[in-house]
């Protein structure tokens, strides 16, 4: 155990009263900080770049440098398991990642290796390790994966996909093939989460970008089903440690199924801008902490309008505590970053009246 | 008045008793149909065919000489509105429609002119008449229009987006020239769908794809709003004609906002898969009928799997009139023929137990 369980974040993740409500923002590290592109140049190659410890840990820390943010998040990409997996893989610039064969057949499936974190995917760990020596306690640190569903899309469909028809024709054409998919990667992303843990992650998120494109009864069969297990292995895994570790999952597009959500035991929700806070607080019941939600295109806006809509979203939320401020997607790379340092301060200020003046947390 | 307020899918609209649940298919005709990809090498141009009423009018009835859907819907795009103000368009394969010059500033939107449907979009209402001509009332044909959200998407980011971070800056900066020029293209969209019922539509339906990326706040705002208005103004325009035309609505990825979208006054709902049946049934308290849901995805199945999920949204729509069975979205270009065959049948067939036997209705 250390300080950082007293930090805003981990607190609020365990709906404990907290000062200020903590925010930090989806994709905080990346192209819209000049900063981040100058270092970029040093590895213009995205996987490389992922790849090299020194690299990803110096991303992850650029946007606590600039602006007070109350966590940091690992810098690297959802596709990692996969790669490890011996999936070659391209990102292409203006067309995202690209593997050089999509992942079709039984035959292919069925040949998926296991993985050890700690060794393919070592340079992950490793970055960890590096960021958490950095940031000394100073906030905490978030490890992160892809959802089974939302990585699976990505190897059936060879790309980013509109139709989703690849993975989408085996849900209906090959049910159990796809279901082992799900229970290899789900395996894996399990001891991913672990080890990022074991590595030095504060708390863990689990990305589900496309569990929004599944009609509801085949979201929960094959997406959350699945994060489920991942919570389960993670929690059992803490448990025989003797540890604690706030999880939280994240499905976009998802509506009124963070009812379903909140049953599997997570600790907390990412919501996107399509659902006010006051109706997920109202669907989950209080079971679980909310991140979110403002559509990441009011960082648009005037620092007039971000106050106001930072306004609105504390007032949907309301007292309660457990409350995470975030956007509901990630930053886009023409972001201005003086408009990230208007929300940060905005959603600090503005937050106070909902917290009890006389709680101390630190820092 | 004809007979065909006596037809399965009018009187579905206006959730008035069946024989059997109603069927049509959002983007029946198209490419997945091998006459349809015959038709279009007369005129490769997809928009110069949009504009070919005999063209037109062949690939509408195309699909209901194959299957025995219950209505047609007139083939053409959303996009025909902003081309009849001026803009240059294009269609380029496997990109979709891209304006030669996307609409920011606030001179160019002031400048875009008024429209008369009978002129600058006569090809539209001539195609309509064509089919009506031929099709002899043997099923209603709905006519359609983007919704002005919509429309404004494409005009404003020039193409298709995954981000719409130009029309959310405009929506945020600017909200009021946003306004400015979605009042004006639902005053072109009601006159546009009016010009349409005139020539013959028996129904008419707004497309409103991109409403879902909105927050619930804005959605209300500067989608539902407009569309309201064109609702109201449709309605007016029928009231002093004696006449009644039922009106649908369709917002993909909306949620539970269909209970606001019903308060509108129209008279269905699409509802995409990401909703159950059910849940939109009580999300909108029965005050309009429900077109839909399942996956177009689902017609990558085996006859099996597509009767089984046939079954699952009939039962989930239950004994109640005003179901009109419909697929959640489009049809894919790769979809086979062979098993529309199989879902038309198994809407027909296994949604005769939904209904009184005793009513009898025509055709």
Redo the contacts between chains.
């Keep these: 155990m250390n300080s950082l369980i007293e930090s805003r974040f981990i607190r609020a993740l365990y709906r404990q009263p907290v000062d200020k409500t903590p925010i930090w923002l989806m994709r905080q590290a990346g192209r819209y900080l000049p900063e981040y592109r100058m270092l970029r140049q040093k590895e213009p190659n995205f996987l490389k770049f992922c790849q090299t410890p020194s690299l990803a840990c110096e991303a992850t820390l650029q946007p606590l440098e600039r602006f007070p943010l109350d966590a940091a998040i690992i810098f690297s990409d959802i596709l990692t398991i996969p790669h490890a997996y011996g999936m070659a893989l391209d990102f292409i610039e203006g067309e995202g990642p690209c593997f050089q064969t999509a992942l079709r057949t039984e035959h292919a499936i069925h040949q998926l290796p296991a993985i050890d974190p700690e060794q393919e995917l070592r340079y992950v760990m490793d970055a960890i390790r590096m960021v958490k020596k950095t940031l000394d306690k100073r906030v905490p640190l978030i490890g992160f994966s892809g959802s089974p569903w939302t990585i699976a899309t990505y190897m059936v469909e060879g790309k980013s996909s509109k139709?989703?028809?690849q993975i989408?024709?085996m849900?209906?054409?090959e049910p159990q093939l796809l279901a082992h998919l799900l229970s290899h990667l789900s395996a894996s992303i399990a001891d991913y989460l672990i080890a990022q843990i074991e590595a030095g992650a504060d708390a863990v998120m689990i990305f589900d970008t496309w569990g929004?494109?599944?009609?509801?009864?085949?979201y929960l069969n094959y997406s959350l089903k699945y994060m489920e297990e991942i919570v389960k292995k993670i929690q059992f895994a803490m448990h025989q440690k003797n540890k604690k570790i706030p999880i939280i999952l994240f499905t976009k597009?998802v509506?009124?199924l963070v009812t379903e959500m909140a049953k599997t035991g997570c600790d907390a929700l990412g919501i996107d801008?399509?659902?006010?806070l006051k109706?997920a607080l109202q669907l989950t019941g209080q079971k679980v902490a909310l991140q979110g939600n403002?559509?990441p295109?009011?960082l648009?806006?005037?620092p007039d309008?971000i106050r106001q809509q930072v306004a609105?979203a504390l007032a949907s939320y309301g007292q309660l505590p457990g409350h995470i401020f975030n956007l509901?997607h990630g930053m886009?790379p023409?972001m201005d970053p003086e408009k990230v340092a208007v929300l940060v301060e905005c959603v600090h200020r503005l937050s106070m009246p909902y917290h009890q003046p006389q709680v101390v947390t630190c820092p």
């Design positions: 139709s989703f028809s989408k024709k849900l209906y054409q929004g494109v599944l009609s509801p009864s085949d597009s509506g009124g801008w399509t659902l006010s109706d403002i559509d295109a009011v648009y806006a005037e309008i609105l509901g886009n023409d």
